[in-house]
């Protein structure tokens, strides 16, 4: 039985994800690690089979901590991703009312995502912080708050009432999880995947401008790029790029060889199939059509 | 008397962060705002005639929140910026040892910025969560945790003792803080100052490549880059670049002006003095000897 990592605790949105990524998810063991760090680590130690991690936008975990941790210590890759609607319940105990609400409680991300909702619905109500999303679920399960900003998930796992449902400021943010193992066989490609990387470019001018200059000649559409300072410090950097395309088709890997030749460090974090619509970039027919009349005319045929 | 916002409430890195910005503070008012929208929306009404808040790397805000509402709403542009290294004092009420400290509180972020010194230093104490570091102390002054996680203004401010000063798992960490104004002057060219703009490229492959190029091609050097969707969806996206060097200068004005001709939309968010070690990009006295021969030959000077 595969042991799963997720970012916990029990009831938020990650596991709400690691339970959308697995295609048999009664035959795994859910485990909810106290970090994303934590997570990964057991991964790397082979504690566990994989890992559930929020990657952007995220209302649970810190997000830089995410790409920190997978940048640095023993290399791991991404096998699939999926996106969840940032949409909250507020949960009640049984029978409590709007009006009756006193106290409201959450992690503060969630809390901040929601708050018009509450000057509006709960305008009276005290806010107060927990840990994280099911962390508030417990105190309102306990009676030490009136009302909690939860995901789904939690309404059902810790007995409490939906007060309101699909609560969300921004209608269509959503929050995208990696589900990540230690290196070994790369999903096949669907047509429709993403590849994800982190480069560390040398700091010349231009670096990066030749960097991302070797994806556009290829077709190559990037889908995020975000500059972290390493080790804490702003004075030196890595980016990390996520981009339409699969390594195994060829105009992604010779994008990435080309990366591998001009940059000091090219860290491949995986190719998997998108959650979003977007396609695989660029046309690998081209590539390939390319590559069969060089090898024709290197072996002496039409020229 | 000038009246700023910052990102509140008292006592957190934000406002160690805009005393250290304003050269006469005694002579401002400091308001704290209940979250970075409203502090920028204070100053776009005219209600403020200025905001601190965090954009980069931060314990208490969260930072996109800043970048969307900067690039959102009536332009407003930054005329300052500092930075503050990421440490923390451990508070409690006078006279509590170590051994006593059964309860630790703070914002989420600050708990994890520390927890490997928490499990060396206080193993046993359990952690709960505040809406911020100086919810954190007052907690503890009233006698509901026994150790608050802040921001080193809070000990004075709410009474309190150090129970370990300068607490941070990595050593080097900072925050970076903006003042920023309705657009008005902008603050003299110093030799090293910071850029920062968000532009929208378009989504044809190789926008951005482009973009870069045009900073490249004239020495300009990026300090920062990410991608933010906008409206909260992962469809369309606008970039968030900082970079080395100041709008009044040669070359950076002519790179900005191409990006205003190839790009859908360029908003400027501010040239200043940087706080870091590193000075201006490229070299503007190239550009201005190549301007000065050009206006020469057209004069019909020398060719």
Known sequence: MPRIA????????TEQAVRQLLTDVASAELVPAESVAAALDA???GERDAACVPIENSVE???TSTMDALADGAPLVAVAET????RFDILVRPGVRAEDVRTVTSHPHALAQVRRWLS?????AAQSATTSTSAAAVAVRDGNADAAV???LAAERYGLDVLAGQVADVEDAVTRFLLVRRPGEVPAPTGADRTTVVVVTGDSVGSLARVLNEFALRGVNLTRIESRPIKGSFGEYRFFLDFGGHVGEAHVGEALAALRRHCQDVRFLGSFP????GGSSGSDEAFTDAAAWLADIRSGGRA
């Open 43 to 45: 991964v790397r130690s």
């Open 150 to 152: 939860c995901a789904p």
């Open 120 to 124: 509006v619905h709960l305008p009276e």
């Open 61 to 63: 975990g810190s997000v």
């Open 6 to 13: 997720y970012l916990g605790p029990e009831g938020t949105f």
């Open 274 to 277: 998108r959650a979003d619509e």
């Open 83 to 86: 996106m969840l609607p940032v």
